[in-house]
């Protein structure tokens, strides 16, 4: 596609139930990058995939958080028993190489409120 | 560890001012140093980036100098228009870790005509 594509839009959960957000990233790009940003602030990385290897979840705050890729294409981070701290906008970005060093392209994320 | 302190805002303008946003940083080595701009309703867009001492990035009329001696990253721009309106975030990464960025808070620009 054009751009990196996420869905849905917006999300509201009830506290404790699971959601799935997902990331289309521009075709052909190897690196996919999750990112969290809560209202007022910068994101923070949370998980980086290289093709369908997730060479880095160091930024997944808790084992509540889980991000797959598992053609290295289409990927998605799911957050099981959601809690009103997981309310924040959930940014993806990718880019071409998997050096991780070519221009990033961010999507314009899935806002996530939980109730 | 890494950390980005950007001025809060909003910083508001008027058309044609000029425009500067403190940026400054804490990480071990010689890291990359970026800015980014979010359009209203847009996605994080890189709007420029200097990788070394005293490198310039520039872009669209923008400009910031990576200055290693006050760990610094200032973004300027010489006036102003109204399209600039935006959330700008300065962010570095440490040059062993690609593009595993590290974000300071954001800081909203509203330019009145």
């Known amino acids: 596609g054009a751009g990196v594509s996420q869905s849905p839009r917006y999300k509201v959960a009830k506290r404790g139930q699971d959601v799935a957000l997902r990331c289309d990233p521009i075709?052909?790009?190897?690196?996919l990058f999750w990112y969290q940003q809560a209202l007022g602030q910068g994101p923070e990385f949370l998980t980086y995939f290289q093709n369908e290897a997730q060479l880095d979840k160091s930024g997944l705050p808790s084992d509540r958080f889980f991000a797959e890729r598992p053609e290295g294409s289409v990927s998605t981070l799911k957050i099981q028993r959601t809690q009103q701290e997981d309310s924040a906008v959930y940014l993806c970005?990718?880019?071409?190489?998997?050096?991780?060093?070519?221009?990033?392209?961010f999507g314009s994320g899935t806002q996530l409120s939980v109730l | 560890g890494n950390s980005v302190t950007q001025m809060e805002g909003p910083v508001t303008l008027s058309e044609e001012a000029f425009l500067t946003i403190n940026c400054t940083y804490t990480?071990?080595?010689?890291?990359?140093l970026f800015w980014y701009v979010q359009y209203p309703g847009e996605g994080l867009q890189l709007l420029l980036k200097a990788t070394k001492a005293d490198d310039k990035g520039s872009n669209k009329g923008f400009e910031a100098t990576y200055r290693k001696e006050t760990t610094s990253f200032h973004l300027e721009k010489g006036s102003v228009q109204v399209s600039d309106s935006a959330v700008y975030f300065c962010?570095?990464?440490?040059?062993?870790?690609?593009?595993?960025?590290?974000f300071g808070g954001g800081t909203r620009v509203l330019v009145k005509p």
């Open positions: 962010a570095l990464t440490p040059k062993a870790a690609g593009n595993k960025l590290t």
């Open positions: 075709s052909g790009h190897v690196s």
């Open positions: 970005a990718s880019s071409l190489d998997g050096t991780g060093w070519e221009k990033l392209f």
């Open positions: 990480a071990t080595g010689y890291p990359s």
